[in-house]
């Protein structure tokens, strides 16, 4: 049961989590307007097919800086197709990461980790790895399904692992059929 619960998102699934439904109930830019100025740096940590990274981007604006890490390179390959030949080329940088291993190069103002954290078998080391790249005053929003994926008792237990890794929780955004938090650097 709980190997099924962290079993990462098949690439073959992405056009799910990527369409104009998903965009009506979870608007990316309504979400995201609270937290992100331009010319900022941040990251979008299991960003899938770019759902949140492609409108982060934009954000942005030029001078700011996109991370858009995920494991699976398929995933990565969906987000460079759509931003091929445009102005977001020169903003999203896409990595690849490793189960452990997130590969950021530098620190950032906001984390995004939607719908990704119960895919994370080893929740301890990827918070601490996060506290790490938060810059001092930056905010790191975590949003979690509740529908088959994720329990409230789950979704504390979760926030509690974050708390001893150092971040203050706090708070975050209602979102339909989700939870959500706000980490700060405690
Ligand atoms: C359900 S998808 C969500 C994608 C995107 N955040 C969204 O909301 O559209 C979860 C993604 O997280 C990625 N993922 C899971 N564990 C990861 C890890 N430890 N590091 C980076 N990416 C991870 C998966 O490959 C998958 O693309």
């Known amino acids: 049961m709980k190997k099924e619960k962290n079993r990462v998102c098949p690439v073959e699934l992405a056009g799910s989590l990527d369409n104009k439904i998903r965009k009506w109930f979870q608007n990316p830019q309504k979400i995201l307007a609270p937290y992100i100025k331009e010319g900022m740096n941040v990251l979008d940590i ?40 445009t102005e977001l080329e020169e903003r999203i ?26 895919e994370v078998p080893n929740k301890n080391s990827f918070f601490e ?3 790490n790249v938060l810059n001092e005053k930056g905010q790191f929003l975590v949003v979690e399904p509740k529908l088959f ?7 504390g237990l979760t926030m509690q692992i974050a708390e001893q890794a150092g971040f203050k929780v706090t708070q975050g955004p209602k979102l339909p059929f989700s939870f959500s938090a706000i980490l700060k650097n405690g």
């Open 129 to 131: 790895t996060l506290k």
């Open 46 to 85: 299991g960003c899938g097919p770019g759902f949140f990274s492609i409108e982060l981007a934009k954000m942005i604006g030029k001078d700011g800086k996109i991370f858009s890490v995920d494991l699976q390179e398929g995933m990565l390959q969906k987000i460079r197709n759509k931003i091929h030949g």
């Open 93 to 118: 940088k896409l990595i690849k990461s490793e189960e452990d291993q997130i590969n950021v190069p530098e620190k950032v103002d906001f984390i995004l980790a939607f719908y990704m954290v119960h």
């Open 149 to 155: 994926h994720v329990t409230k008792k789950e979704f």
